[in-house]
């Protein structure tokens, strides 16, 4: 279900599909929780849309199937029925074709070595202009480790002496995308 804002003060953009493909993501403000729509024409109804985030998360949508050559819009408002105080906004739209989501995830955090005893690495590929989280849940979902990788910052080590042996998930947010790799801990 999407929120439809009696008083959506909203912006529409347009777009030529490059690809069958394409990403698109808008990061909020802290007062402006974005809700994407993905549209055909102006009165169409949304082909796909973005409601998942509060209080400036990034939303997105991974559009498929789109027709190279046509022309998309995209609508974007704030949730509330106020006109947002930070009503700022990132929006970009990227073409996947080029390589797959897991390929791109790959590609971007490695985590090593995999069996760990002592301590793991995770390793990002290329620079970040944000900061980067991460999280480290057991099989059971609890955070049983968390940091941060300041902008600039290429890899952290985390501390497995405390883990006990086991399969633990290794979640890294970049870039608004949720990478997920698994580790096994052996003691």
Not at 14 to 22: L, Y
Not at 67 to 88: E, K
Request: glycine share 6%; charged share 15%.
């Amino acid at each position: 279900g999407i929120f439809h804002s009696p008083a959506a003060f909203d912006v529409w953009y347009r777009f030529v599909a490059t690809a069958t493909s394409q990403i698109i993501s808008v990061k909020g403000s802290q007062s402006f929780d974005a809700v994407v729509l993905l549209k055909d024409s102006c009165s169409a109804g949304p082909i796909d849309c973005a409601d998942s985030t509060t209080s400036g998360g990034t939303e997105k949508i991974n559009a498929t199937g789109l027709i190279i050559g046509h022309t998309y819009f995209i609508r974007v408002y704030a949730y509330g029925s106020a006109l947002p105080s930070t009503s700022d906004f990132e929006i970009c739209l990227i073409d996947v074709n080029v390589m797959s989501v897991s390929e791109l995830e790959n590609n971007l955090v490695s985590v090593f070595p995999n069996p760990a005893t002592n301590k793991v690495a995770i390793s990002l590929r290329s620079l970040s202009r944000e900061s980067v989280v991460y999280t480290v849940l057991n099989v059971n979902g609890q955070l049983v480790a968390s940091g941060r990788f300041a902008a600039n910052d290429l890899q952290k080590e985390v501390d497995l002496n405390s883990f006990m042996s086991g399969i633990y998930n290794v979640r890294i947010i970049v870039a608004g995308t949720i990478i997920n790799k698994k580790i096994v801990v052996m003691k």
